[in-house]
């Protein structure tokens, strides 16, 4: 029979727009033992995680917890539940993941009209709104961070415009969250998902979300509990079904009703085999929620006092997200984002000094991600491996449009350090290099140092 190893990854330096590396602290957290899903020191837990929440969004909103899976789920959680089939949805697209938001409300059955920018930059407010005002729609979705290209979207003014409108916005903030400022409440956003891999250096596996009364109605409207969840229905006084309580289904014609088991013999009951019952009416609507693990209306009371059953929640990760998120806190969101331009700044000069030229806009860089453009006649897979493989440090490629074009490197959470831009900084210098390039040697490290002893770590 064949043998396995122990389990040993190799450490490594991660700087990739996500995953990046984990806390110790968080990993530390994740060992802690595990507890039952209604245990009140547990559900004391939950509370908390959404108080921590609250402040991170920068909400006052009610409903602030994660839904459980990776960061597309706590997407698809919020569309699914903001949209129903035949509804208008506006996605202003900027990067690949303005592509996924229209997949996504496509498959839900959404009117989806959209506009776009050219990879690298991102849409000027008024042109949004202008867009808002011609197709009128119910719902604008739209990225907030676009990793695949390093660009940053303006938000205040469009969040504004929609609530003057009536028209919900819900933002893909999976890249931002606790790296660079998102305002949910000033910027007056319906509904934010944020990513737990990235920028809160936890492992993928939870979906932060908040969203605010006005998404919440929509929910509501259509809000669907299971029926085995349902309690029994109160027969009334005539025999009718209680006020407000489903009427048991009678037997369709040719099924007749088994009587009770305690009143069968022996042989009756050793002849009760299950009879098949043909499709019930459908109970659902045509704008109930289509999905019941991402389910809005259904999650908010696993998460509410009520604590209504939905899914068993995943222990360890709620601790390593709720670890995560205080050590933000801890730090301090305004020092965080200090901490995340500092390195960036380090970063730059340091690529800018040893002749790289950076992609895109500067003036809608996002703070947590360098866009590279790989050097003509530079085999940029190659570049990859070999600082992979003699360094143990990941950047990242790129795909679609710029697949082979750029090489993209994060500065997120955990892995945004002096010590981790220094080492990159050396070992891309020396990979470069060894590929043939020309530059001059240690002007790269030499530059980010500059801006390190102007500044605080």
């Known amino acids: 029979m064949k043998r396995y190893a122990d389990l040993s990854p190799t450490p490594r330096t991660i700087m990739t727009p996500g995953p990046v590396e984990a806390d110790p602290r968080v990993l530390r957290a994740m060992s802690h033992t595990i507890l039952g899903q209604f245990d009140p020191e547990f559900t004391a837990i939950m509370n908390e995680t959404m108080e921590m929440l609250r402040e991170l969004f920068r909400t006052d909103n009610r409903w602030a917890y994660p839904v459980d899976g990776t960061s597309r789920s706590g997407l698809e959680a919020v569309l699914t539940g903001l949209i129903e089939p035949g509804d208008r949805v506006l996605v202003p697209i900027f990067g690949r993941f303005g592509h996924l938001l229209t997949e996504l409300s496509q498959r839900l059955g959404a009117e989806v009209y959209t506009i ?5 930059e991102v849409f000027e407010p008024q042109e949004v709104i202008e867009a808002i005002d011609a197709c009128r729609p119910d719902l604008v979705a739209i990225v907030h961070g676009e990793t695949s290209t390093g660009r940053v979207q303006p938000l205040e003014a469009i969040g504004k415009a929609c609530r003057e409108r009536g028209i ?3 933002v893909d903030a999976v890249a931002t969250l606790g790296g660079v400022p998102v305002e949910t409440d000033a910027w007056c956003l319906d509904a934010v998902v944020g990513g737990a891999q990235k920028c809160l250096s936890v492992p993928s596996g939870m979906a932060p979300i908040t969203y605010n009364e006005r998404a919440e109605a929509k929910l509501l409207r259509r809000k669907r509990v299971e029926r085995g969840l349902q ?5 009334a006084a005539d025999g009718a079904a209680a006020s407000g309580s489903a009427a048991p289904a ?3 014609a040719g099924l007749a009703a088994l009587p009770a088991v305690g009143s069968l013999s022996p042989a009756a009951l050793a002849s009760a085999a299950p009879r098949l019952q043909p499709p019930a009416a459908s109970e659902l609507g045509g704008s109930v929620i289509r999905s019941n693990y991402l389910d809005l209306s259904q999650l908010q009371d696993y998460w509410s006092p009520a604590r209504l059953n939905h899914h068993t929640e995943m222990t360890s990760m709620l601790y390593a997200l709720r670890e995560g998120v205080r050590i933000v806190l801890e730090e301090g969101l305004e020092e965080r984002f200090a901490r995340h331009r500092l390195h960036e700044s380090a970063l730059v000069a340091g690529l800018e000094a040893m002749g790289q030229r950076l992609y895109g806009n500067p003036a809608c860089k996002l703070a947590v991600v360098a866009c590279v453009e790989i050097p ?4 940029g897979e190659s570049v990859r491996s070999m600082l992979l493989e003699q360094f143990g440090i990941e950047i990242a490629s790129s ?3 710029l697949k082979g074009r750029i090489w993209r490197i994060g500065t997120m959470g955990y892995s945004c350090s002096k010590r981790n831009v220094l080492l990159l900084l050396g070992a891309l210098e020396a990979v470069l290099l060894r590929h043939g390039a020309e530059l ?11 801006i390190y002893e102007g500044g605080s770590v």
């Open 399 to 401: 795909f679609g449009p």
């Open 168 to 170: 919900l916005i819900a």
């Open 231 to 235: 309690p029994p229905a109160e027969p």
């Open 440 to 450: 001059k040697a240690g002007a790269a490290v030499q530059a980010a140092l500059d």
């Open 376 to 379: 003509e006649g530079i085999d």
């Open 250 to 252: 009678a037997a369709p």
């Open 116 to 120: 776009e920018k050219p990879w690298g």
